[in-house]
């Protein structure tokens, strides 16, 4: 089975720094994974899809990456801003289904 | 932009009740999940849909749960009757493809929050 791993669990960081989140896996065997953000309470936003034939997709201030011979995904979060504060979710697509890690919760200060 | 649709919001139930969640998918996409959250973790797979039939339920407790999709657009979800431990969000997806070697990704709704007092 999958297992999806995602450090740190949380993370706190000052206004306007960057940021790195990671995400690893255990089977490289994988279609794409995508990252989301949640909001307390809420449902899942997708941020951004990667293929896995692609190494890394942009949005904006985020940038992921991937390499799947070593099971790993970064999100790189540019110039964080208080609003960015939420759980980032990554998820593999292997199979039919997707796996998710635990997330991380970001909190940005102003 | 299209989005999955989910009610109630919000649901409070004493145990042993039962309870309901709706979906209806993205209009086009043959593919519905049901995903169930408990706080702090991950969302894990409950079962899944290819139009009106089950493609994985390896993970729903089928003594007390049930889900249908019956002309293969909306799904409900049912818990009877409902435990303490059944207290999660419980979170509906849509895909276009059966699996996701196409690539075109998961949309999720907004989630029912499920509490059982």
């Known amino acids: 089975k999958q297992e999806v791993t995602q450090i740190p669990a949380a993370l706190s960081v000052p206004e306007g720094e960057n940021l790195v989140l990671n995400c690893s896996f255990t089977?490289?065997?994988?279609?794409?994974l995508q990252w989301f953000r949640q909001d307390p309470g809420k449902g899942l936003t997708s941020l951004l899809l990667?293929?896995?034939?692609?190494r890394e997709q942009t949005s904006g201030r985020l940038n992921a990456s991937l390499d799947k011979s070593s099971g790993r995904s970064t999100l790189y979060i540019a110039a964080s801003q208080p609003g960015d504060s939420a759980t980032y979710l990554c998820?593999?697509?292997?199979?039919?289904?997707?796996?998710f890690g635990k997330g991380t919760s970001l909190l940005v200060t102003p | 932009e299209a989005e999955v649709a989910q009610s109630p919001r919000y649901k409070i139930t004493e145990k042993s009740q039962a309870v309901a969640f709706w979906c209806d998918p993205i209009s086009g996409h043959a593919t519905l999940y049901w995903y169930r959250q408990i706080l702090g973790q991950g969302p894990e797979l409950l079962v899944q849909f290819q139009d009106e039939s089950v493609v994985d339920d390896s993970q729903l407790p089928k003594d007390r749960f049930s889900a249908e999709r019956l002309k293969g657009v909306d799904s409900t979800l049912k818990i009877q009757p409902a435990e303490l431990g059944d207290s999660a969000m419980y979170l509906c997806?849509?895909?276009?493809?059966?699996?996701?070697?196409f690539g075109y990704g998961y949309t999720f709704g907004s989630g029912t929050r499920l509490t059982v007092v």
């Open positions: 997806a849509s895909s276009l493809a059966v699996s996701d070697s």
């Open positions: 990667i293929q896995s034939s692609q």
């Open positions: 998820a593999v697509a292997s199979g039919y289904a997707l796996n």
């Open positions: 089977d490289s065997a994988i279609y794409n």
